[in-house]
């Protein structure tokens, strides 16, 4: 039964890494719930105010990248639901190119991916998004920025959050 938790726990720290980098996936959230899975189920000794501190950055991390991040987007320029669903989409995009090309590749090919699938398919998409919605290609760009950069503020917050959840986990196992 130790072993289902463990591939339980692991597979939704998984998928809440994932979800850092795929806007729609709540990945703090899943990362917590493998911890929590880990913590109780495989009897895992993990002190109690780490697992507080943990679900109020898991709480934090959601409001601020669902409330606040947008409209610090928006503030560079404003975009709506097409530039978010844009770089959602060029994120995924990003993130099975980023699988298929690193397979045996050299460390510049693999930076060349990390900034091809994290920056130029998110703006990309959003831009295209964006210019389907709007009329000019000029708000499509600006909008497309705005987007962008609510994205990877939002993704990296939610990765800190992530990444501490698995540090927690392999310090405490």
């Known amino acids: 039964m130790e072993i289902v938790c463990l591939i339980l726990g692991w597979s939704l720290i998984g998928i809440g890494l994932l979800g850092c980098f795929v806007n729609k996936i709540p990945g703090p959230l899943m990362a917590f719930l493998g911890l929590l899975l880990q913590v109780w189920g495989c009897d895992i000794e993990m002190e109690w105010w780490v697992l507080a501190l943990l679900a109020v950055l898991v709480v934090a991390s959601m409001v601020v990248s669902k409330k606040l991040v ?3 987007g928006n503030l560079v320029a404003e975009f709506g ?9 060029g994120s995924l995009v990003g993130l ?3 699988a298929i090309v690193c397979e045996d590749a050299s ?13 130029l398919l998110p703006y990309l998409f959003a831009f295209l998004f964006e210019l389907i919605v709007r009329k000019s290609a000029q708000e499509a760009l600006q909008a497309a920025g705005g987007a962008l950069v609510a994205f990877l503020i939002g993704t990296m917050l939610k990765l800190a959050v992530c990444v501490y959840t698995v540090y927690a986990v392999i310090t405490n196992a």
Do not use: C, N
Not at 81 to 89: E, H, I, P, R, Y
Not at 107 to 119: K, N, R
């Open 81 to 89: 639901k097409a530039g978010a669903w844009g770089t959602t989409v």
């Open 107 to 119: 460390v510049g090919i693999i930076i060349f991916s990390i900034i091809l699938s994290l920056l």
């Open 96 to 98: 099975m190119f980023f």
């Open 70 to 72: 947008p409209k610090v």
